[in-house]
């Protein structure tokens, strides 16, 4: 594997004051990885996306208003997510880190890439900033896969525990991105029903798996095994996303999920075994993990897992959820553009 990390020391320079989304997630995650040679991973300088990567997704009035707001000196979007002067700066640095990321993976510069930044971006919608989220930087990416590069199809899978509201907004509409979301329910920001499966020309190409608090490994890994990948099969996508959140861990302070460092570098073998299977690359987009350790102990293990050999299917235990799960999929079959 050839696997290339992006990222920019001005995700730092995003300040929301005391708030669990803060610069000590990344300096945490930069040390830990530090210490194991980057997990096989090649760390790059993210560029800054441009404004027209950016207006694809989003328009111009909110890419303004991000950007007035943090050269003025920052100040509230809403309760939860705040600007700071360096805000701007690290966020057009995320979003132009995951294109980078998508350049490099559909250029055949590497098989494997990852897009470290903060700010996240999985909850901001098409005009509104939310969640600690100011542009959905999977989505741009998403985007430019097709722009750019012409792929056809995307599959985003979301494993952070709040379910990527923005992501199925924007991409709701369209069968060009299957958009999958594993998330505890109920819990912010209230959304990702299974009901909700898109409209239009995107109808069935939404899956929302939500989770009760409690889940743990079991119940996470065998959706993505049992459920996701074979949905993923029948999408034959020309790329692979993971909008990737830790806090479903168990020792996250924003959610009541058990998911284990196991957990996690279990669901990132599936998707590792996928790409392989299908022979296509696979990128990951950090989004949220607010127990510092935790996500970097986390991510450490899903790069390593991604940079090493494909592993074998792994044993899943049957649950009541995989079940409801899996008997849901049998009553909407997945489609295929």
Not at 30 to 52: I, K, Q, Y
Not at 71 to 78: L, M, V, W
Not at 132 to 153: I, Q, T
Request: negative net charge.
């Amino acid at each position: 594997m050839t696997c290339v990390l992006f990222r920019h020391p001005s995700s730092l320079e995003h300040d929301m004051g005391p708030h669990p989304e803060q610069p000590a997630r990344i300096t945490a995650i930069e040390r830990e990885l530090e210490a194991c040679d980057w997990a096989g991973f090649t760390p790059r300088e993210s560029p800054a996306a441009t404004d027209a990567q950016l207006r694809a997704v989003h328009p111009a009035a909110h890419v303004e208003r991000i950007r007035a707001l943090a050269e003025a000196g920052g100040g509230p979007i809403d309760g939860d997510t705040r600007l700071s002067r360096g805000s701007w700066d690290a966020a057009r640095h995320a979003a132009g880190g995951a294109v980078a990321m998508v350049d490099a993976l559909l250029s055949g510069a590497a098989t494997r890439g990852a897009a470290v930044h903060r700010p996240p971006g999985h909850h901001c919608e098409t005009a509104v900033p939310m969640g600690f989220c100011l542009l959905n930087n999977v989505a741009v990416a998403a985007r430019h896969a097709r722009d750019a590069h012409g792929v056809g199809r995307v599959l985003v899978l979301d494993w952070d525990v709040h379910h990527g509201n923005g992501t199925e907004e924007i991409f709701a509409g369209t069968d060009q991105v299957l958009f999958c979301s594993l998330h505890e329910h109920p819990l912010y920001p209230g959304t990702g029903r299974p009901a909700d499966r898109g409209h239009g020309p995107g109808a069935g190409f939404t899956l929302n798996l939500p989770l009760p608090a409690g889940s743990g490994d079991p119940e996470w890994t065998g959706l993505v095994e049992r459920v996701v990948l074979p949905v993923a099969r029948a999408y034959d996508p020309g790329l692979l996303l993971v909008s990737a959140g830790y806090d479903a861990h168990r020792d996250d302070p924003l959610a009541s999920c058990l998911v284990t460092d196991e957990g996690f570098a279990t669901m990132a073998g599936s998707v590792h075994r996928l790409a392989d299977e299908l022979g296509v690359p696979l990128g990951l987009v950090l989004e949220g993990g607010y127990d510092v350790a935790a996500l970097a102990r986390s991510l450490r293990r899903t790069l390593e897992t991604w940079s090493g050999p494909v592993p074998p299917a792994p044993a899943v235990v049957p649950t009541p959820i995989l079940e409801a799960a899996e008997g849901w999929i049998e009553r909407h079959p997945p489609l295929r553009p």
